[in-house]
């Protein structure tokens, strides 16, 4: 089941609920799909993997997918308990009992970002950084990077977004914003790229995606 509430959050008009046992595909065909989900689901997901995967059940396996349902601001449900998407992926919770994901739709001034390396056009990204940005009157009133490759785990938010937060999104504050990432990160390295390498291209990814944003971005 794939439906459009007219009850939004997050500063949406409305929102999309889709339920975590449905698959990928259900909600890449969905017009109402968010234009950065669907180009995600699309490079990212290969059609087999997409009839295949659980909406749930990919949050864990498909890092990018999890990362722009991140900077889309998404919510879940366990049961009765409906938190945001964020919580449920810090405190590690169980996909196993996710019931319904929601993503608002139609967030005034929201734009989006995103940047990636790989070593082939086919592969899963080393790094990759999804930015959501909230702009109205040209200040910046919300903001979300998600950055998978450079985490302990495979996808978090990372805290340096919040200095973007009353600020122009100019040159200087994505700049102030790239540093802080680059202290931020926690990264483990393998043969796809050191912890160093990581770590630098943290910093790429991130200034690549908010320039997107700071150039018009992507809308929903």
Known sequence: MIEVLSQGFDGGKRCLRFEAGGLLQTVYEHPDCP????????????????NEYKSGTALRT??????????????VTTGENREALSDFIERSGPVGKLTDIFVPLDVTGR???????RRTPTDTPIVSAMAGVDI???IVKQARLALTGVWEDNVHLAKAAN??????????????????????VNPKGNYLGSVE???AMAVI??????????????LS
Do not use: F
Request: charged content about 20%.
């Open 197 to 199: 390498y990581r770590r």
């Open 35 to 50: 234009l950065p989900l669907r180009n995600i689901l699309e490079g990212a997901v290969a059609w087999q993997k997409r």
């Open 62 to 75: 498909i890092p990018q997918y999890a990362a722009v349902l991140l900077a889309l601001g998404t919510q």
């Open 205 to 218: 990814t991130i200034k690549r995606a908010l320039e997107i944003c700071s150039k018009g971005g992507m």
């Open 111 to 117: 734009i989006y970002g995103e940047s990636h390396v």
């Open 163 to 184: 200095l973007l937060v009353g600020k122009p999104l100019d040159t200087q504050t994505i700049a102030d914003v790239a540093a802080a990432i680059q202290e931020e």
């Open 136 to 138: 109205v009157d040209g």
